[in-house]
């Protein structure tokens, strides 16, 4: 099972960016997470091709499970 933290921001130019990071702990504290974000947004570190994160647009978490099969 894999489980994947979706952080999705607006830019500057009003379009999505996201970013998404892999086996996040749990369990997930939205406001940690918010607050995570809005770190984010502050220093500027990341960009995008749509522009510069803005704002926080939304938060998830995506689990997946992958079954693989042997081919005979």
Do not use: Q
């Not at 500057?12 to 892999?22: Q, V, Y």
């Not at 522009?51 to 939304?58: I, L, Q, R, W």
């Amino acid at each position: 099972m894999a489980k994947t933290l979706e952080l999705e921001f607006t830019t500057e130019f009003g379009k999505s960016a996201r970013l998404s990071i892999d086996n996040p702990k749990e369990p997930i504290d939205g406001s940690v997470v918010k607050a995570a974000m809005e770190e984010i947004i502050a220093s500027g570190v990341f960009t995008s091709t749509n522009g510069n994160f803005a704002t926080v647009k939304g938060v998830w978490v995506i689990d997946r499970n992958v079954t693989e099969y042997e081919i005979i």
